[in-house]
C-alpha cells in the first residue's frame, strides 16, 4: 500500500535474474544457513552478526531484507494495506524474501519445511486480518513477498492471459486493455489487489452478474507444493484446481501465477454514482433496490456504498446511500432499463458518464477524475486506511422498518467508512506524506483539542482527504538538567503539564490554559497562558521541533533552517507540514502559588470594575495574570428570571497570598480581593483551577486528555490597545444580553509580552496590545435554524465591537481559527496573496509577507494546505 519515493524497491529485475543465474547451485545451501540462524533465534545473542554473515554469501541483491537491513520496515509495509496490521504489537517476519522467479520460491519452501519454519507469502492488497504477512503461531516466520513476480502475457488469439502472482488486478486489467479496447478480465473491485491471493478467494467485480467469479473464469494456474514441486491443473488434478478457486489462499500451496479466461465487453460503457441520503427517501429507494438489482438486466452492476456524513452547512449527522455502477452498455439502453425497473432512484442522463471499460475500473473504485488510467501501473490503492470489516449474506430483502434501527445504530459510529490513521511513529506518518503526495490526495492531520473551524479533521476544498490523527502520538521526556522537555504531537497540554511537574514541584512548561489541547497544533499557534506575562507564549520557549515536510523528510531546528523554525512557531498549523515533536523549555515556578476567581454583577459594579482593569491588568507585576470571564446569568437570590452580566476575575499568581494582596490592595483595590478569596496550592493544581475543573477532581485526570466542558460553539477574537471607555460598555451589555448563553474572555498582556519583538516569531500581536477579547456563543441542537441564528448574533455582535478594537488591521488569533475572515480557494488551486492577505494580516500582521516567502521555499507545491494555509508567492 505505502510506496516510498525515497527507496526504490521495484529493482531492475532482469539484472538479478543475470545474477541468480550464476549462482543457482549454491542458492539452496545459502538459504538453508539463514534459516537454520533464524531457528536459533531464541537462544542466539549474536543473531545480527549471523544474519549479516549470511546475506554475505548471497550475491544478489535487495533481496533478502532483517530487521538489521534499511530498508526492511518499507518492504514489510509496502503493500500491507490494512495498517492495523503493522502495527509494532503484531509479530513481524526474521526475514523477507522477495523471489524474482519460481526456483527462487521452491528453494524457500523446500528450505522451511526441513527446518519447520513458518512461511508467510504476500502478493499484495487489503488482507483484511494480515494473515500473508503476520503470524499469531508460534515465530519464527519468513515472509516470502511476491511483489518482483508480476508478469502479464496477453493472448488474443486464446482469449486468455497469464498473470505471476504479484501483479495487481489494476496491472492486469491495464496490460489487457491495452492489447484491446473490447476484452476484459473478470476480477476484482480494488485495483491494488495481488492476484496471487485474490483469486484463491473467489474474486467478485463489476461483471459478477454477467460472467462470475473471477475464479469461474480462470482456466490454469501454478502452484508450488510443500515438497517444492511447481504443479499446473493437469499435474495438481482437477481436485486441488477446484479447492484453490475459492478455498482461499495459503492451505494448499504457493500460487505462482494464474491463467485466465479474457471475456469481451462494449467499447464503450456507462456508469453513474447517484447519492441519496434519508432526507431524500434513501430508505424507501434502498428496499426498492434489494428486490430490483438482483433481478434487473445482467449487464448492470449496481452496488450501495452506505456511510455516515454531515448535512451540507450543518453538523448534523445523517445516512448517504451511493448507487455505484457499472453497465456494460450506452447510456440510452440504460435509462430505458432503470426506468423500467428502478424508477424511484430517479436517475437521469446528466448522472451519467460514457467511457471504457478500462476507465469505468478507475471509476469505480473511487479515483479522481484527473488520475490517468497509467496509474493502475504503479499498483497503488485509492485509499489507505486502518480498518476492521465484517461480511455477510442476504436472502430476504430487509424491510423498511428493520433499516431504521440499522440507521440508528450506524450514526452512533462516529465515521463509518472515513479515511483516518492513527500512526505510532514518525516514520508512519513520512509514509503518509509520501504516498499522499503521490496520490494528491489531501490531508488533515490532528493533534486534539477545540479547533475552532474544526479544519484539522474536515475539508470543505475538494476531496477525497485523509485525517492523520496523531492520538497515539504522547511520548513525553522530561531532562530536568537540560531543563527541557521533548514532547510528541498527539500529547496533550495537560499531560505534558503533569508529566513534568511529576518530576519537579518548581518545574513548568508555558502552554495554554485549555488541558485538552493536542500539544502539535497548539504550539503552532503561539500558544498563550497563564504564565505570558511572566515569560512570554509557548512558542518564545520553543528550543526546537521536527517537523516531516513534502518530501516525507523528518527535519530539526538545525535541518529545516532558522526561518522554517521561526515559521512553524506561531504562523499556525498545516501550512509547512506535519509538527511531529517540540523540545520546550522548562521554566521556574514557585512551589506554592495563589488563585482567585472572584465575580461581579452589574449590580455590583462590575463596569466600574472592568474599566479600571483594563489600564490595571496589562501593568501589574509580572507574575499576575488575571483575566476576566465574562457571562450571561441569572440574578443571584432573585426569584425572577431576570439576566445580568457577571465579570469573574479568574487569576494565577507566581507566589504566596500575602504578596499577592499587597499588590492588588496596592494597584487594584477596586476589585476588593480578600484572603478568603484566594487559594494557595502547586503550580500543576492552578492548572485545573484555571481551568475550571471542579476543585474534588485529582490532578491525574489530566493524563485522560478530556477537557473540562464539551459544547458546539463558534468564536471570534480581537486585540484592544485603548480602554474601552466606561460609558460605552453599557451599549455591549445591551447586545451581550440579547444571546441565549454568550461569554467573552479577557486576557491582559504587557509584561514579558510587551518586551518581545513583534518580529520575534510570527505572532505578533504584542506591542501596545492591552489585552485580548475571545467572543463565543455555545448553544444546544443540532438544527440548521439554530446555528443560523447563533451565527448571526456573533457576527453582529463582533461587528459591533469593531469600534473599539485594533485597526488597520484588525488583529485576531491565528488559533481562534475564524473562516468568516476569509478562505483560500475550494478547489485545491493557490489563493492569491493579496486574496489570503484578508485573512493573513490579521493573524500575522507584516509577518504574513514573511511566511508567505518561507511557505513558497519550505512547500513549494503547497502540498499542505487548507482552507486557511499560508499560499505559494509568486
Same mark, same amino acid.
Given at each position: 500500500?505505502?510506496?516510498?519515493?525515497?527507496?526504490?524497491?521495484?529493482?531492475?529485475?532482469?539484472?538479478?535474474?543475470?545474477?541468480?543465474?550464476?549462482?543457482?547451485?549454491?542458492?539452496?545451501?545459502?538459504?538453508?544457513?539463514?534459516?537454520?540462524?533464524?531457528?536459533?533465534?531464541?537462544?542466539?545473542?549474536?543473531?545480527?552478526?549471523?544474519?549479516?554473515?549470511?546475506?554475505?554469501?548471497?550475491?544478489?541483491?535487495?533481496?533478502?531484507?532483517?530487521?538489521?537491513?534499511?530498508?526492511?520496515?518499507?518492504?514489510?509495509?509496502?503493500?500491507?494495506?490494512?495498517?492495523?496490521?503493522?502495527?509494532?504489537?503484531?509479530?513481524?517476519?526474521?526475514?523477507?524474501?522477495?523471489?524474482?522467479?519460481?526456483?527462487?520460491?521452491?528453494?524457500?519452501?523446500?528450505?522451511?519445511?526441513?527446518?519447520?519454519?513458518?512461511?508467510?507469502?504476500?502478493?499484495?492488497?487489503?488482507?483484511?486480518?494480515?494473515?500473508?504477512?503476520?503470524?499469531?503461531?508460534?515465530?519464527?516466520?519468513?515472509?516470502?513477498?511476491?511483489?518482483?513476480?508480476?508478469?502479464?502475457?496477453?493472448?488474443?488469439?486464446?482469449?486468455?492471459?497469464?498473470?505471476?502472482?504479484?501483479?495487481?488486478?489494476?496491472?492486469?486489467?491495464?496490460?489487457?486493455?491495452?492489447?484491446?479496447?473490447?476484452?476484459?478480465?473478470?476480477?476484482?473491485?480494488?485495483?491494488?489487489?495481488?492476484?496471487?491471493?485474490?483469486?484463491?478467494?473467489?474474486?467478485?467485480?463489476?461483471?459478477?452478474?454477467?460472467?462470475?467469479?473471477?475464479? =469461474?473464469?480462470?482456466?490454469?494456474?501454478?502452484?508450488?507444493?510443500?515438497?517444492?514441486?511447481?504443479?499446473?491443473?493437469?499435474?495438481?488434478?482437477?481436485?486441488?484446481?477446484?479447492?484453490?478457486?475459492?478455498?482461499?489462499?495459503?492451505?494448499?500451496?504457493?500460487?505462482?501465477?494464474?491463467?485466465?479466461?479474457?471475456?469481451?465487453?462494449?467499447?464503450?460503457?456507462?456508469?453513474?454514482?447517484?447519492?441519496?441520503?434519508?432526507?431524500?427517501?434513501?430508505?424507501?429507494?434502498?428496499?426498492?433496490?434489494?428486490?430490483?438489482?438482483?433481478?434487473?438486466?445482467?449487464?448492470?452492476?449496481?452496488?450501495?456504498?452506505?456511510?455516515?456524513?454531515?448535512?451540507?452547512?450543518?453538523?448534523?449527522?445523517?445516512?448517504?446511500?451511493?448507487?455505484?455502477?457499472?453497465?456494460?452498455?450506452?447510456?440510452?439502453?440504460?435509462?430505458?432499463?432503470?426506468?423500467?425497473?428502478?424508477?424511484?432512484?430517479?436517475?437521469?442522463?446528466?448522472?451519467?458518464?460514457?467511457?471504457?471499460?478500462?476507465?469505468?475500473?478507475?471509476?469505480?473504485?473511487?479515483?479522481?477524475?484527473?488520475?490517468?488510467?497509467?496509474?493502475?501501473?504503479?499498483?497503488?490503492?485509492?485509499?489507505?486506511?486502518?480498518?476492521?470489516?465484517?461480511?455477510?449474506?442476504?436472502?430476504?430483502?430487509?424491510?423498511?422498518?428493520?433499516?431504521?434501527?440499522?440507521?440508528?445504530?450506524?450514526?452512533?459510529?462516529?465515521?463509518?467508512?472515513?479515511?483516518?490513521?492513527?500512526?505510532?511513529?514518525?516514520?508512519?506518518?513520512?509514509?503518509?506524506?509520501?504516498?499522499?503526495?503521490?496520490?494528491?490526495?489531501?490531508?488533515?492531520?490532528?493533534?486534539?483539542?477545540?479547533?475552532?473551524?474544526?479544519?484539522?479533521?474536515?475539508?470543505?476544498? =475538494?476531496?477525497?482527504?485523509?485525517?492523520?490523527?496523531?492520538?497515539?502520538?504522547?511520548?513525553?521526556?522530561?531532562?530536568?538538567?537540560?531543563?527541557?522537555?521533548?514532547?510528541?504531537?498527539?500529547?496533550?497540554?495537560?499531560?505534558?503539564?503533569?508529566?513534568?511537574?511529576?518530576?519537579?514541584?518548581?518545574?513548568?512548561?508555558?502552554?495554554?490554559?485549555?488541558?485538552?489541547?493536542?500539544?502539535?497544533?497548539?504550539?503552532?499557534?503561539?500558544?498563550?497562558?497563564?504564565?505570558?506575562?511572566?515569560?512570554?507564549?509557548?512558542?518564545?520557549?520553543?528550543?526546537?521541533?521536527?517537523?516531516?515536510?513534502?518530501?516525507?523528510?523528518?527535519?530539526?531546528?538545525?535541518?529545516?533552517?532558522?526561518?522554517?523554525?521561526?515559521?512553524?512557531?506561531?504562523?499556525?498549523?498545516?501550512?509547512?507540514?506535519?509538527?511531529?515533536?517540540?523540545?520546550?523549555?522548562?521554566?521556574?515556578?514557585?512551589?506554592?502559588?495563589?488563585?482567585?476567581?472572584?465575580?461581579?454583577?452589574?449590580?455590583?459594579?462590575?463596569?466600574?470594575?472592568?474599566?479600571?482593569?483594563?489600564?490595571?491588568?496589562?501593568?501589574?507585576?509580572?507574575?499576575?495574570?488575571?483575566?476576566?470571564?465574562?457571562?450571561?446569568?441569572?440574578?443571584?437570590?432573585?426569584?425572577?428570571?431576570?439576566?445580568?452580566?457577571?465579570?469573574?476575575?479568574?487569576?494565577?499568581?507566581?507566589?504566596?497570598?500575602?504578596?499577592?494582596?499587597?499588590?492588588?490592595?496596592?494597584?487594584?483595590?477596586?476589585?476588593?480581593?480578600?484572603?478568603?478569596?484566594?487559594?494557595?496550592?502547586?503550580?500543576?493544581?492552578?492548572?485545573?483551577?484555571?481551568?475550571?475543573?471542579?476543585?474534588?477532581?485529582?490532578?491525574?485526570?489530566?493524563?485522560?486528555?478530556?477537557?473540562?466542558?464539551?459544547?458546539?460553539?463558534?468564536?471570534?477574537?480581537?486585540?484592544?490597545?485603548?480602554?474601552?471607555?466606561?460609558?460605552?460598555?453599557?451599549?455591549?451589555?445591551?447586545?451581550?444580553?440579547?444571546?441565549?448563553?454568550?461569554?467573552?474572555?479577557?486576557?491582559?498582556?504587557?509584561?514579558?509580552?510587551?518586551?518581545?519583538?513583534?518580529?520575534?516569531?510570527?505572532?505578533?500581536?504584542?506591542?501596545?496590545?492591552?489585552?485580548?477579547?475571545?467572543?463565543?456563543?455555545?448553544?444546544?441542537?443540532?438544527?440548521?435554524?439554530?446555528?443560523?441564528?447563533?451565527?448571526?448574533?456573533?457576527?453582529?455582535?463582533?461587528?459591533?465591537?469593531?469600534?473599539?478594537?485594533?485597526?488597520?488591521?484588525?488583529?485576531?488569533?491565528?488559533?481562534?481559527?475564524?473562516?468568516?475572515?476569509?478562505?483560500?480557494?475550494?478547489?485545491?488551486?493557490?489563493?492569491?496573496?493579496?486574496?489570503?492577505?484578508?485573512?493573513?494580516?490579521?493573524?500575522?500582521?507584516?509577518?504574513?509577507?514573511?511566511?508567505?516567502?518561507?511557505?513558497?521555499?519550505?512547500?513549494?507545491?503547497?502540498?499542505?494546505?487548507?482552507?486557511?494555509?499560508?499560499?505559494?508567492?509568486?
Amino acid at each position: 500500500m505505502f510506496w516510498s519515493t525515497k527507496v526504490d524497491y521495484i529493482f531492475d529485475t532482469l539484472l538479478l535474474y543475470t545474477c541468480l543465474k550464476k549462482m543457482t547451485i549454491s542458492l539452496v545451501s545459502t538459504f538453508l544457513l539463514i534459516l537454520s540462524s533464524l531457528v536459533q533465534l531464541s537462544s542466539s545473542n549474536q543473531i545480527q552478526h549471523t544474519f549479516h554473515q549470511c546475506l554475505s554469501a548471497i550475491q544478489t541483491p535487495n533481496t533478502f531484507f532483517t530487521p538489521q537491513t534499511p530498508n526492511y520496515t518499507l518492504i514489510l509495509n509496502s503493500t500491507a494495506q490494512n495498517l492495523r496490521c503493522i502495527t509494532p504489537s503484531n509479530p513481524k517476519p526474521e526475514l523477507i524474501f522477495t523471489p524474482l522467479n519460481e526456483s527462487h520460491i521452491q528453494t524457500a519452501v523446500i528450505c522451511a519445511k526441513k527446518l519447520k519454519i513458518q512461511l508467510r507469502f504476500r502478493s499484495g492488497g487489503h488482507d483484511y486480518e494480515g494473515i500473508s504477512y503476520t503470524s499469531a503461531m508460534d515465530p519464527p516466520f519468513v515472509l516470502i513477498d511476491l511483489s518482483k513476480m508480476r508478469a502479464i502475457n496477453v493472448d488474443l488469439d486464446d482469449s486468455s492471459v497469464w498473470v505471476e502472482a504479484g501483479a495487481t488486478v489494476g496491472e492486469l486489467y491495464y496490460r489487457v486493455a491495452e492489447k484491446s479496447r473490447t476484452h476484459a478480465v473478470v476480477g476484482g473491485l480494488c485495483t491494488s489487489l495481488g492476484v496471487g491471493g485474490h483469486f484463491t478467494g473467489g474474486a467478485y467485480g463489476s461483471m459478477m452478474r454477467k460472467y462470475g467469479l473471477g475464479v =469461474d473464469n480462470a482456466l490454469d494456474a501454478k502452484i508450488i507444493n510443500a515438497n517444492g514441486e511447481i504443479l499446473d491443473r493437469k499435474s495438481m488434478g482437477e481436485d486441488v484446481f477446484w479447492a484453490i478457486r475459492g478455498g482461499g489462499g495459503g492451505s494448499y500451496g504457493v500460487i505462482v501465477s494464474w491463467k485466465l479466461k479474457l471475456v469481451t465487453v462494449p467499447s464503450t460503457v456507462t456508469v453513474f454514482n447517484v447519492p441519496r441520503t434519508l432526507e431524500q427517501g434513501a430508505t424507501k429507494i434502498l428496499y426498492k433496490w434489494q428486490h430490483v438489482a438482483p433481478q434487473i438486466d445482467k449487464d448492470l452492476f449496481m452496488r450501495v456504498l452506505i456511510q455516515n456524513i454531515n448535512l451540507p452547512n450543518t453538523t448534523k449527522r445523517t445516512i448517504s446511500t451511493s448507487y455505484n455502477a457499472l453497465f456494460l452498455g450506452g447510456v440510452d439502453r440504460l435509462l430505458e432499463i432503470m426506468n423500467r425497473s428502478f424508477p424511484e432512484l430517479g436517475l437521469e442522463k446528466t448522472d451519467c458518464l460514457e467511457m471504457s471499460w478500462l476507465e469505468s475500473v478507475m471509476f469505480i473504485v473511487g479515483f479522481p477524475k484527473n488520475v490517468p488510467t497509467t496509474f493502475l501501473l504503479t499498483a497503488k490503492p485509492a485509499f489507505i486506511s486502518q480498518f476492521k470489516a465484517k461480511s455477510d449474506f442476504v436472502k430476504t430483502p430487509i424491510p423498511e422498518t428493520g433499516m431504521k434501527g440499522i440507521w440508528k445504530r450506524f450514526l452512533q459510529e462516529e465515521r463509518p467508512f472515513m479515511l483516518i490513521f492513527t500512526p505510532l511513529n514518525e516514520n508512519h506518518i513520512q509514509t503518509v506524506v509520501i504516498c499522499a503526495k503521490k496520490l494528491n490526495i489531501q490531508l488533515r492531520f490532528r493533534s486534539g483539542g477545540h479547533d475552532y473551524e474544526g479544519i484539522s479533521y474536515t475539508s470543505v476544498m =475538494d476531496p477525497p482527504y485523509v485525517l492523520i490523527d496523531l492520538s497515539k502520538m504522547r511520548a513525553i521526556n522530561v531532562d530536568l538538567d537540560d531543563n527541557s522537555v521533548w514532547v510528541e504531537a498527539g500529547a496533550t497540554v495537560g499531560e505534558l503539564y503533569y508529566r513534568v511537574a511529576e518530576k519537579s514541584r518548581t518545574h513548568a512548561v508555558v502552554g495554554g490554559l485549555c488541558t485538552s489541547l493536542g500539544v502539535g497544533g497548539h504550539f503552532t499557534g503561539g500558544a498563550y497562558g497563564s504564565m505570558m506575562r511572566k515569560y512570554g507564549l509557548g512558542v518564545d520557549n520553543a528550543l526546537d521541533a521536527k517537523i516531516i515536510n513534502a518530501n516525507g523528510e523528518i527535519l530539526d531546528r538545525k535541518s529545516m533552517g532558522e526561518d522554517a523554525f521561526w515559521a512553524i512557531r506561531g504562523g499556525g498549523g498545516g501550512s509547512y507540514g506535519v509538527i511531529v515533536s517540540w523540545k520546550l523549555k522548562l521554566v521556574p515556578v514557585p512551589s506554592t502559588v495563589t488563585v482567585f476567581n472572584v465575580p461581579r454583577t452589574l449590580e455590583q459594579g462590575a463596569t466600574k470594575i472592568l474599566y479600571k482593569w483594563q489600564h490595571v491588568a496589562p501593568q501589574i507585576d509580572d507574575d499576575l495574570f488575571v483575566r476576566v470571564v465574562i457571562q450571561k446569568i441569572n440574578l443571584p437570590n432573585s426569584n425572577t428570571t431576570q439576566r445580568t452580566v457577571s465579570t469573574s476575575y479568574n487569576a494565577l499568581f507566581l507566589g504566596g497570598v500575602d504578596r499577592l494582596l499587597e499588590i492588588m490592595n496596592r494597584s487594584f483595590p477596586e476589585l476588593g480581593l480578600e484572603k478568603t478569596d484566594c487559594l494557595e496550592m502547586s503550580w500543576l493544581e492552578s492548572v485545573m483551577f484555571i481551568a475550571g475543573f471542579p476543585g474534588n477532581i485529582p490532578t491525574t485526570f489530566l493524563l485522560t486528555g478530556k477537557p473540562a466542558v464539551v459544547t458546539q460553539f463558534k468564536a471570534k477574537s480581537d486585540f484592544v490597545k485603548t480602554p474601552i471607555p466606561e460609558t460605552e460598555m453599557k451599549g455591549i451589555w445591551k447586545r451581550f444580553l440579547q444571546e441565549e448563553t454568550p461569554y467573552m474572555i479577557w486576557n491582559p498582556y504587557g509584561g514579558m509580552m510587551g518586551r518581545i519583538p513583534e518580529s520575534a516569531t510570527p505572532f505578533p500581536h504584542r506591542n501596545g496590545v492591552l489585552f485580548m477579547i475571545q467572543y463565543a456563543n455555545t448553544w444546544t441542537g443540532n438544527g440548521k435554524d439554530a446555528m443560523k441564528k447563533h451565527y448571526k448574533w456573533i457576527r453582529k455582535f463582533y461587528k459591533y465591537m469593531g469600534q473599539y478594537v485594533s485597526k488597520d488591521p484588525r488583529e485576531a488569533y491565528v488559533n481562534y481559527r475564524d473562516l468568516d475572515l476569509g478562505m483560500n480557494e475550494k478547489n485545491g488551486d493557490n489563493t492569491s496573496v493579496a486574496k489570503a492577505s484578508s485573512w493573513g494580516r490579521r493573524y500575522f500582521k507584516d509577518n504574513f509577507m514573511r511566511l508567505v516567502k518561507v511557505k513558497t521555499e519550505f512547500d513549494p507545491d503547497n502540498f499542505f494546505r487548507h482552507e486557511q494555509s499560508i499560499p505559494l508567492g509568486f
